[in-house]
């Protein structure tokens, strides 16, 4: 096969495990901030279902939990398409190791500014999102950028679940062709390109809110 014909069915691939990726990092976001927030403030028998949560998607494989979700829940009943199957278990999995990256964040803002923003007699909600979490982004950003570059590379086990995602393509093209070396070349400076993307975003995203930061908070 002519290498443009493979670079050509590999793209195909790699937009199918873009769309993946555009659809499981919100649902990761959100899983995050909902349950790193819930950890923080939420009354006690909350905080224990966000335990059993993040301890469960994070203390088993990213793998099964998608074969479970895939394969396992037809028989309750419960139909879920690869697609889905795939962004669900991606944006658990990835969501569960960003809910401790909201937690710590939060709990890296100095003191003085809850103290500050008390004396200044805002509500805990005001505290919350117009003092503690804008400088608590800044802080999650660079671990988050670090985990939507761990989805990128775990969008590989969809193949799994036979999704024509990139490494499903290479592995169809690998086994038609037995052009293994430029195939999986080409694979590998496609996930590398999609996550050097990823860093330029956070990098940007970062100093932005950098900036803003200047400008906020509560300064003595």
């Excluded at 495990?17 to 349950?35: C, G, H, R």
């Excluded at 390109?193 to 970062?206: G, N, S, W, Y």
């Amino acid at each position: 096969m002519e290498f443009g014909e493979i670079v050509s069915v590999l793209l195909q691939g790699a937009i199918v495990t873009i769309e993946i990726v555009a659809m499981a990092l919100p649902l990761a976001v959100l899983m995050a901030f909902s349950f790193g927030l819930i950890r923080l403030y939420a009354p006690a028998p909350f905080k224990q279902i966000a335990i059993v949560y993040i301890e469960f998607f994070r203390g088993t494989s990213a793998l099964i939990q998608l074969y479970w979700i895939y394969f396992v829940l037809p028989f309750f009943g419960i139909t879920i398409d690869a697609m889905t199957a795939a962004v669900v278990a991606l944006g658990l999995n990835i969501g569960a190791y960003g809910t401790e990256v909201v937690r710590g964040a939060i709990q890296s803002v100095p003191k003085g500014q809850y103290e500050a923003s008390i004396a200044l007699n805002f509500t805990a909600s005001q505290r919350l999102w117009r003092i503690i979490m804008p400088q608590a982004l800044v802080n999650m950003i660079p671990p988050f950028g670090n985990l939507a570059i761990e989805l990128v590379k775990a969008t590989s086990l969809v193949s799994l679940i036979t999704i024509g995602d990139l490494t499903f393509k290479a592995k169809m093209l690998a086994d038609t062709t037995l052009q293994v070396g430029e195939i999986f070349g080409v694979v590998l400076l496609f996930y590398f390109v999609m996550a050097q993307f990823l860093v330029f975003f956070i990098r940007r995203l970062e100093t932005h809110l950098s900036k803003g930061l200047g400008r906020g908070g509560l300064h003595s």
